[in-house]
């Protein structure tokens, strides 16, 4: 089993920046596709945490949410096991929790949850006005 944490959270003003992290642990990523997410605060129960940003294993395809992109970049480090999402030009509507999420078996759709079986337990962002 594959245990993610994420990191790198915070407040922040609008325009700033933020760059977090998810680590692996227990098992790597294997050769799947990694891929953020984020849940606003507010939104309804039962609701489906938003696709933000995918990377393949290799690193070489990467995929964006029409909202982030532009602003966000999401790499890896495969020799830390680790995958990053750097975030500029932050805005009050990006506030939310964010979550890195991996398949186990085999990549499903990427840009939405049910793709991925493994999730960290995400960290907060916070962008003032």
């Known amino acids: 089993q594959v245990h993610l944490v994420e990191s790198g959270g915070g407040l922040v003003q609008t325009g700033g920046s933020l760059r977090l992290s998810c680590a692996a642990s227990?098992?790597?990523?294997?050769?799947?596709?990694t891929g953020w997410f984020r849940r606003a605060p507010g939104s309804p129960p039962g609701s489906q945490r938003e696709?933000?940003?995918?990377?393949?294993?290799?690193?070489?395809?990467?995929s964006y949410s029409d909202s982030v992109k532009g602003r966000f970049t999401i790499s890896r480090d495969n020799a830390k096991n680790t995958v990053y999402l750097q975030m500029n030009s932050l805005k009050p509507e990006d506030t939310a929790v964010y979550y890195c999420?991996?398949?186990?078996?085999?990549?499903?759709?990427?840009?939405?949850?049910?793709?991925?079986?493994?999730w960290g337990q995400g960290t907060q962002v916070t962008v003032s006005s």
């Open positions: 227990g098992r790597t990523f294997g050769s799947f596709t």
């Open positions: 999420a991996t398949p186990l078996g085999y990549n499903g759709t990427y840009y939405v949850p049910s793709g991925y079986d493994a």
């Open positions: 696709f933000v940003a995918a990377v393949t294993w290799s690193g070489g395809s990467t």
